[in-house]
């Protein structure tokens, strides 16, 4: 029988981490390859975070990178656009298009991404957006939340990456376009002033700003009031009975 091609895809994120290790347990006989699209805009701890992670799966991760930008502020300049109705230019082009790219070698193929159990709707979007991915969701088909994922990694000695410990919900970008909430960019403004502040002089340059109020109203990030909490939403690290479950077949 020909062993299958799958692509578990690495974002270093907690759900990642864990679908990759699931992954290379699942499909033994499978030609199993983790790989991660690198975004300079990243935090750096996220590459410590990775190298931890190669000596959990025990095989190093595919490196992948943009051609034409060379991190997610040069796209957001040449292109003149943030986000919107067209979606983030960003993850166009730092991630979609070196994964395509990619792919063209590795079709047909499998690919695995970090949808936990909670996001059953998000990877019906994406099967719906995406109909000629062939997708495999582990960790919906293992029952595992995002607390979940992230109590595996601590009982696997695991540090999380930094942005979780800042208080971060996801381990994306130090300045998300796609992030709306007044308190996500007050912790930005806390956390990474420097990025916040070239954000805030972007948005204007552009005409567009990424944070909204309540009522969906717009809130350029240069009038962020100075004392607006800086939101903690974080899931807290826990572990159901789904994990003992993922970390007996991991251990197989």
Same mark, same amino acid.
């Given at each position: ?79 003149? *656009?943030?986000? #919107?109705?067209?979606?983030?230019? %960003? /993850?166009?082009?730092? &991630?979609?298009?070196? $994964? ?63 942005? *979780?410990?800042? #208080?971060?919900?996801?381990?994306? %970008? /130090?300045?998300?376009? &796609?992030?709306?909430? $007044? ?70």
């Amino acid at each position: 029988m020909t062993a299958r091609r799958i692509v578990a895809w690495f974002s270093a994120g907690a759900a990642s981490a864990v679908a990759a290790k699931l992954t290379l347990s699942r499909f033994p006989d499978d030609e199993v390859v983790i790989a991660r699209c690198i975004v300079a805009n990243e935090d750096a701890d996220n590459n410590r975070f990775a190298a931890d992670c190669e000596r959990w799966f025990g095989r190093e991760i595919v490196n992948l990178s943009s051609l034409d930008y060379a991190d997610c502020w040069e796209v957001w300049q040449k292109r003149r *656009y943030l986000g #919107g109705i067209q979606g983030a230019p %960003c /993850t166009v082009e730092m &991630k979609k298009a070196p $994964r395509q790219i990619f792919e063209r070698d590795w079709d047909p193929h499998i690919q695995v991404f970090g949808f936990t159990a909670e996001e059953g709707g998000r990877a019906a979007r994406f099967k719906a957006q995406n109909p000629e991915v062939r997708m495999a969701n582990v960790l919906i088909d293992a029952g595992l939340s995002k607390g979940d994922c992230m109590g595996m990694l601590d009982r696997a000695g695991i540090k999380l990456p930094a942005q *979780y410990a800042r #208080g971060f919900a996801n381990n994306n %970008c /130090t300045t998300c376009v &796609k992030a709306r909430g $007044r308190g996500y960019w007050a912790l930005v403004r806390k956390c990474h002033p420097a990025d916040f502040a070239r954000m805030a002089a972007l948005s204007r340059a552009i005409g567009w700003t990424p944070c909204r109020d309540g009522k969906g109203n717009p809130v350029w990030l240069d009038e962020l009031p100075a004392n607006y909490p800086p939101q903690d939403d974080s899931p807290a690290i826990e572990c159901s009975i789904m994990c003992h479950l993922a970390e007996q077949d991991m251990a197989a």
